[in-house]
């Protein structure tokens, strides 16, 4: 039995070998799967684009016939009027499909907020691409938006009153940035993968105001306070379209709340690791509905073990929503408190639908987390 087992291998490994496959990368989740596993990536970046999973879809939308490939060759910021060779002038006044990459390791610090306009990736790999001490992202009314192999930390508020260049080639004059490092206002179809985020000043990744259609994948997010939130407020009913995917993503050590937080929409909260957790790790108010799947939850030994919370409802409230854990793994004594009648499956259509990992694999399926340290000198990613 033991010599049969070891054929199957070295058959398997063989089999690989004539395909030009990674044979590392052929167990890794099915984003990945989908184009780290084949050679020379750095040719073929937009590949990339046909593997995202979850309710972004396919993001097709952003190659193909009239694409633009634009390199970033000088880190500096203009928030009135952006030099070529720097990400604002890519990312804001080019216009149509536009492919983002980066010319070598570089720290970004934006004096004011970014604004990204539509049909846009931002494409971190083959650097270390740092997103710091300065404003972040904001997609206003965006979509077919790809952010992908980027390290975003200590991002900073700043004051209203500013005036930057958007994508119209006008000035806009922007109220108060609170600090997140990504926020979405009343975006679409919107992909946020395989980056790394902390300590900023507010949230990590904020979807607000009728987003919809967004999928958070393969990110690493750590020693940060209030991760991600998912609606606007508890008076913005309209984010009850709100569909998000949260899967194949890492959280932790040292992240306190909002893993994510959502009001109002559906989210569908999907093979993610999480290590510990300050005051809980997935929470919501105004009724959302949460299909957390397949998702390993790590308590801290001295730390809080529940897994959710319940805000503005009573001790008793909110028994009626539906928030449901399905194949979850709990370790240290952590627990997640199911209420309501079940949540209906997410029904993705075929450019959205993945197969849903055991919790057993988690370890696995994201150990790759984060910003990958891509060479474009190597074969594979």
């Keep these: 039995m033991a010599s049969m087992n070891i054929n199957i291998v070295l058959i398997s490994f063989f089999l690989l070998f004539l395909l030009n496959v990674s044979p590392i990368l052929a167990q890794t989740n099915p984003i990945d799967r989908c184009w780290r596993k084949y050679p020379r990536w750095a040719s073929n970046r937009q590949k990339l684009a046909t593997c995202s999973i979850g309710f972004a879809g396919r993001m097709t939308g952003n190659i193909g016939r009239g694409l633009q490939r634009y390199t970033v060759t000088n880190p500096s910021d203009d928030p009135i009027s952006p030099k070529k060779g720097t990400l604002r002038y890519g990312a804001t006044i080019l216009q149509g499909k536009v492919w983002i990459d980066f010319q070598g390791d570089m720290l970004i610090s ?10 846009t990736t931002i494409d971190g790999r083959g650097a270390k691409v740092e997103i710091a001490h300065g ?28 005036n930057i260049m958007g994508a119209s080639g006008n000035l806009v004059r922007l109220g108060k940035v609170d600090g997140d490092a990504v926020r979405m206002v009343g975006c679409s179809k919107i992909w946020i993968d395989h980056n790394k985020f902390y300590k900023s000043e507010d949230g990590l990744v904020d979807v607000t105001l009728e987003s919809t259609n967004i999928t958070i994948s393969n990110n690493w997010f750590l020693d940060h306070d209030k991760v991600m939130l998912l609606g606007h407020d508890d ?45 809980y790790a997935i929470g919501g108010s105004m009724n959302p509905k949460i299909r957390s799947e397949g ?59 993945f197969q849903v990992g055991k919790a057993d694999q988690v370890r696995a399926l994201t150990k790759d987390a984060g910003a990958l340290k891509c060479s474009t000198r190597s074969k594979y990613c």
């Excluded at 934006?110 to 049909?119: A, G, P, Q, R």
């Excluded at 952010?147 to 991002?155: L, N, P, S, T």
């Excluded at 913005?236 to 932790?252: C, E, I, Q, S």
């Excluded at 805000?311 to 004594?333: L, Q």
């Design 235 to 279: 008076k913005f009913f309209l984010d009850r379209k709100m569909k998000v995917t949260v899967a194949f993503n890492r959280f932790g050590p040292n992240t306190n709340q909002r893993c994510p937080r959502v009001r109002y929409g559906y989210a569908h909260v999907v093979n993610n690791l999480y290590d510990g957790w300050g005051i």
């Design 110 to 119: 934006l004096k004011s907020v970014l604004l990204i306009k539509s049909y």
């Design 135 to 162: 404003s972040g992202f904001m997609l206003k009314k965006a979509n077919d938006v790809i952010i992908h192999g980027m390290h975003f930390h200590d991002i900073a508020p700043h004051s209203s009153g500013r």
């Design 295 to 353: 998702n390993l939850f790590i308590a801290s030994k001295s730390g809080n073990k529940e897994v959710t919370w319940r805000g503005g409802v009573s001790k008793n409230g909110g028994r009626k929503w539906n928030w449901r854990s399905i194949d979850d793994k709990f370790i240290n004594g952590a627990f997640f408190d199911v209420t309501g009648r079940g949540v209906e499956k997410p029904n993705y259509n075929r450019d959205q639908k």
